[in-house]
Every structure is written in structure tokens, then in C-alpha cells.
């Protein structure tokens, strides 16, 4: 069983032993919410059970509940100069119990755990179950498709000004152009921040995702939110920009 509307209570339980007048706080809260129904979203176009449907809703709810600890810790969301904000969370899940008060079955405990874990992965790992996969892959694309709504300052920790004189890498160019996936590990700018959520579109799995960002313009408007003055930078991102979207048009 999976009661979302016990589960919506004990997470707002849960966050307000935090500031929600904090920026990053609300923030959060924000987006784990419309994570949250984007899911339930997905989950109902695939035409699941009302259980899975439930199940999806009560994963979005739970996938960044490691984000707040995160902040309060480190005043951080950026997870290779603090934690792994995936795993984290399903420590005070899992092993700290928080679960035990959102009231599911026990049967549902592995795959919540699987589709944290793999929320904020580069790839899904292998060898899952069915149920593990499926719900793994409804909340990264869930979780994507907000990340790409967010302002610049949120997204990218950095001003609408300061982006404007961003550069690209060659590499991360090359590895979007090339590969498809960026290796976060490689990002040296902001600008490189951007060309990995452009990278996003290579990284849905459903349909119906793509039609929400196709109808939604959200790859066009990751442009128009920033000005590159840079010439160069600008060619580039409008190259990235037409591969993008081609890609998308290939998946409706």
C-alpha cells in the first residue's frame, strides 16, 4: 500500500525542522513537489496500475530528501564538494528509518531505495528488476524536466550577468556532439553547466516527456535565458541548440 496523502503530510513534517525562509530551502521544497506530480504524470501516461502511479508520486516525493541535510551542513546543493546527495538521502531513509513514518508496504522499500540511488546517477545501473528500472527511469525523467524550468541563479550558481561572459570547454563541445553524455566530472565553467542540461534530451526515456518539452519550448528557452556575448560561445551554443532539438523531433 501507498498512502501519498500520509506521505505529503510527513514530508512537510519533515521539512519544517528546516528554514523554510531559507532560499535554498524553499527552493527545494518547490521542486521536490513538482517532481513530485510530474511523476505521477509520467506513471499515468504509461498507463501503470494506481498503485504504481502512487508508488511514482511517493519516489518524487522522496528523491531529494537528502538535499536538506546537504544544506544544512555544507550550504551546498553541489554534491562532489559535500555528498552524494542521492545516497545520502536514502541513508536517513533507510537506515536512519524516516520511512517507517510514510507508512508503505515493505515490499516497496528496495525499489524507492534503487530509484533514489539512481536519480542522480550519469546512467542507471545495471541488472534491475523490472519494477526497479521503470521507477528509476519515471523519476529522471521527472527531476530533468523541472531542472530545466529553473532560473539561471538556481540552476547554475551563477548570475544572468556572469553568464553572459561564459565559455565552453572544447571537451564537453566535443563530448555532446560526439557522445551524447557529458562527464560531469569534466565541467570547468558555467557555460559547460548549461551544455550538460542541453544534454538532458539524450537522457529521457519516455515519450511523453519529450512531447512536455517540445510543447513547454524548454530546450529554446534554455537559450533565451542566457545573453553570450561571446561569438564564438554563441555559435556554439546555437549549434548545440539545432542538435537538440533535431534529437527531440526524432523522439515525438
Known amino acids: 500500500m501507498v498512502d501519498v496523502n500520509n506521505a505529503k503530510r510527513v ?25 513530485s506530480e510530474l511523476s505521477k504524470k509520467i506513471a499515468t501516461s504509461l498507463n501503470l496500475s494506481e498503485e504504481d502511479i502512487k508508488l511514482a508520486e511517493l519516489i518524487g516525493l522522496l528523491h531529494d530528501i537528502g538535499r ?37 508496504d515493505e515490499k516497496y522499500y528496495k525499489i524507492i531505495k534503487t530509484a533514489i540511488l539512481n536519480h542522480n546517477r550519469s546512467k542507471i545501473e545495471e541488472n534491475l528488476t523490472e519494477q526497479e528500472l ?9 527531476d530533468k524536466l523541472d531542472i530545466l524550468t529553473d532560473d539561471i541563479k538556481n540552476t547554475y550558481g551563477c ?6 561572459n561564459e565559455t565552453f570547454s572544447d571537451e564537453i563541445i566535443n563530448e555532446f556532439k560526439v557522445n551524447h553524455e557529458i ?13 550538460s542540461h542541453m544534454a538532458y534530451v539524450f537522457d529521457f526515456y519516455y515519450k511523453s516527456s519529450y512531447i512536455v518539452i517540445k510543447e513547454k519550448d524548454y530546450i529554446n528557452k534554455l537559450l ?15 549549434e548545440i541548440l539545432q542538435i537538440a532539438n533535431d534529437y527531440i523531433k526524432s523522439k515525438i
Open 183 to 195: 562527464d560531469y566530472q569534466k565541467r570547468n565553467t558555467y557555460g559547460d553547466i548549461w551544455i
Open 68 to 104: 536538506f541535510e546537504q544544506v544544512r551542513k555544507y550550504n551546498t546543493f553541489i554534491d562532489k564538494i559535500s555528498i552524494n546527495h542521492g545516497e545520502y538521502g536514502v541513508k536517513i531513509l533507510f537506515e536512519d528509518n524516516l520511512i517507517e513514518k510514510f507508512n508503505v
Open 11 to 35: 514530508f512537510k513534517e519533515y521539512v519544517s525542522n528546516y528554514n523554510l525562509q531559507d532560499g535554498k530551502i524553499a527552493l527545494k521544497v518547490a521542486h521536490i513537489l513538482r517532481v
Open 224 to 238: 533565451k535565458k542566457v545573453d553570450f556575448k561571446n561569438k564564438e560561445t554563441l555559435k556554439s551554443a546555437q
Open 134 to 142: 521503470l521507477h528509476s527511469k519515471i523519476i529522471r525523467d521527472a
Open 159 to 164: 548570475s544572468a550577468e556572469e553568464m553572459k
